[in-house]
């Protein structure tokens, strides 16, 4: 119970490593803000983890009007908030020759500005926790790949981002990490199989020899990372990024 009578926010909440955030936090006793378009989907998983310390709050990352008004909406509910996890991200894989504005403005709208933006506006709410920032990144951010240059790029600015809210945010008591997650199993990566059900099972018996764990991670695995750089456990880290990847960084 780290986080009895705490409350924090998860944008991008309603799947995957959001998801598994949200509710690792509710079973430690947080109040858990779910922020996310999706409405459906974020209440098919608030009645999954059973708990009514689990908020939904509707967010478009893609618009900054509706980024103000979800800061505006939570100080109406919540005098303060002692957590913000910037999560919510897309992908849409292009070559370099092939990028247009349709792959560089969407990626780059949810995957970089949304976290800033979204900082800046529960900003009031976080200096009264005082509330730490955990913003994730991706192992794409650090590896040489072909064919998602934007992504990457997102994904590696995200670390910048973390390193000066670190920076700026100490003077409130305020830490800003980053966690890397290697290749998971999320909706990101079988939602749109022919069939998601199979293509998930399929991705969870991958021996995956890109990392010294040979084996995709799990969202929970991602999960127990960014609860932990919210904890007090983490009270003497923060502007750095901790790599939960099975070791394919260093590999």
Excluded at 92 to 105: C, R
């Amino acid at each position: 119970m780290r986080f009895k009578d705490k409350t924090i926010l998860v944008t991008g909440g309603a799947m995957g490593i959001g998801s598994a955030t949200v509710k690792r936090l509710a079973h430690e006793g947080a109040n858990v803000i779910m922020a996310d378009i999706d409405e459906a989907a974020a209440n098919e998983r608030i009645k999954e983890i059973g708990s009514k310390r689990v908020f939904y709050q509707f967010v478009d990352l893609s618009k900054p009007d509706s980024i103000t008004k979800m800061g505006q909406e939570v100080a109406g509910k919540f005098d303060s908030l002692n957590g913000l996890v910037n999560n919510a991200g897309i992908v849409n894989p292009t070559s370099i020759a092939d990028t247009g504005d349709k792959d560089w403005h969407p990626q780059m709208t949810i995957n970089l500005r949304a976290p800033a933006l979204c900082s800046k506006s529960l900003l009031p709410l976080l200096k009264k926790g005082p509330g730490h920032i955990v913003n994730v990144s991706s192992e794409g951010g650090f590896r040489p790949r072909p064919g998602n240059w934007v992504y990457d790029a997102s994904k590696a600015g995200i670390c910048a981002l973390s390193r000066t809210m670190a920076c700026e945010f100490i003077h409130y008591g305020m830490r800003a990490n980053t966690v890397a997650p290697g290749w998971t199993v999320t909706e990101m990566h079988f939602s749109k199989a022919e069939e998601p059900a199979k293509r998930k099972e399929e991705l969870e018996n991958l021996s995956y020899n890109g990392a010294i764990i040979q084996r995709l991670a799990r969202p929970g695995e991602i999960a127990a990372a960014i609860v932990f750089l919210l904890s007090d456990d983490a009270s003497f880290i923060t502007g750095t990024t901790i790599h939960v990847d099975g070791g394919r960084v260093g590999n």
